[in-house]
């Protein structure tokens, strides 16, 4: 792919992140009167107040993506500690006006910490994106770059390992790990739709190694990141572990060497139709339904946020989000539908199981924007990309 291709995609991805960033730093906009007698003052009033660990994250990577689109857009004959030192600078000037900003924005807490996170987001963004960029120039066909041909399979494959973080981090207490594994076998056999949708995820994400890796190694690789996943959830987070994980993540492995040996446009499309099936499941059970409430949460990603508790952002619930409408976008489009179309589509749907949710029994579900937002998101973004993907236009066999 030519420098100028690069550059221009480069381009839309820095404007959709900048928007991004923006509207997630600034949200929910209810603005209230602050005194103060110059901006100088707004700036010496920041203090580094402790963020909850699941915010201190979310900083960092809402700006590594931004790090790396500015990057590659800077002149292709700057030095690569140059493009690193300006992306860095422009993450600090951006998020320190961000926290100036959320002095007069209801529910936002203004805080140095959040500039420090943020500017190393974009410091390390930018780094590991000019590095991958320079191997993909050195070594167009090697493994390690296959995560630059394809950055939304990546993505999103990390949003599965994601979606498994509880919303805290809690301590590692070894002494306790009897009890909760005393408790999980009292729990007795889990449920047939959350081992449904957990088998379904890392059948997705066995989807997603074949699209980023040699098939030979999927299953290696399958086994090893669930046998991590598995053995860090029911140890260091075991109280937020369930039994539909291990299940699901067992029945998957045992699925795998069969459903690979199906044409690969054939297993994208039935693992596509049982995402969609599942999400409509969980989406309207237990499909019992009254009058419509006027709960719509219309702004997108306020329902991720713990107002009034010590988690702040609600990381592992988004990761999910991202991971479940992002592959089911995906999937599609790896099958051979057009990335925006399809996005706009899956929101399509997404959005019609949140208005019937609103007449769902009281407490049942959130009925919110967020979803199909983002859909549109990886619809957008999948676009952008074009030929950068592997899966756009032409599945890889």
């Not at 980023?212 to 987070?237: C, G, K």
Request: proline share 6%.
């Amino acid at each position: 792919m030519s420098d100028w291709s690069t550059t221009r995609t480069a381009r839309w991805l820095l404007g959709f992140i900048l928007c991004l960033m923006l509207y997630g730093s600034l949200q929910p906009f209810h603005l209230r009167h602050v005194g103060f007698d110059s901006p100088l003052e707004l700036l010496t009033r920041l203090r580094w107040g402790i963020s909850p660990p699941g915010d201190l994250i979310v900083n960092v990577l809402l700006y590594a993506p931004f790090g790396a689109a500015l990057a590659l857009t800077l002149p292709e004959h700057w030095a690569g500690a140059r493009k690193v030192a300006v992306a860095m600078l422009a993450g600090f000037a951006i998020s320190l006006s961000v926290e100036v900003a959320q002095w007069f924005i209801v529910t936002r807490v203004a805080s140095l910490a959040d500039v420090a996170m943020n500017t190393s987001g974009a410091l390390f963004g930018s780094a590991a994106g000019l590095a991958l960029h320079a191997r993909e120039v050195r070594e167009p066909r090697s493994d390690l770059t296959r995560l630059t041909t394809d950055p939304v399979g990546a993505a999103l494959l990390l949003a599965w390992l994601g979606s498994f973080l509880p919303v805290w981090l809690p301590h590692l207490v070894p002494r306790r790990w009897a009890e909760e594994w005393t408790s999980h076998l009292a729990a007795g056999w889990p449920g047939w739709q959350p081992v449904a949708m957990q088998a379904l995820g890392w059948l997705i994400a066995g989807a997603l190694l074949r699209a980023l890796t040699r098939a030979r190694l999927v299953w290696p690789a399958m086994i090893t990141l669930a046998l991590v996943t598995l053995i860090v959830r029911f140890t260091w987070f075991a109280h937020s572990a369930g039994n539909a994980e291990l299940v699901g993540g067992a029945l998957a492995l045992v699925l795998w060497p069969l459903v690979a040996r199906l044409p690969e446009v054939m297993l994208l499309r039935l693992l596509a139709l049982a995402l969609l099936a599942g999400l409509i499941v969980r989406g309207l059970a237990p499909f019992t339904f009254g009058s419509l409430r006027y709960e719509l949460h219309v702004m997108p990603f306020t329902d991720l946020v713990s107002h009034g508790t010590t988690t702040g952002f609600n990381l592992p619930l988004l990761a999910g989000k991202a991971f479940s409408y992002g592959a089911l976008v995906w999937l599609l489009v790896a099958a051979g539908g057009r990335a925006l179309l399809t996005g706009i589509l899956v929101a399509a749907v997404l959005l019609a199981i949140e208005v019937a949710q609103l007449a769902s029994p009281p407490g049942e579900h959130v009925a919110t924007l967020t979803d199909p937002v983002i859909a549109l998101c990886a619809g957008f973004v999948l676009m952008v990309l074009g030929k950068r993907s592997t899966v756009v236009g032409r599945p890889r066999p």
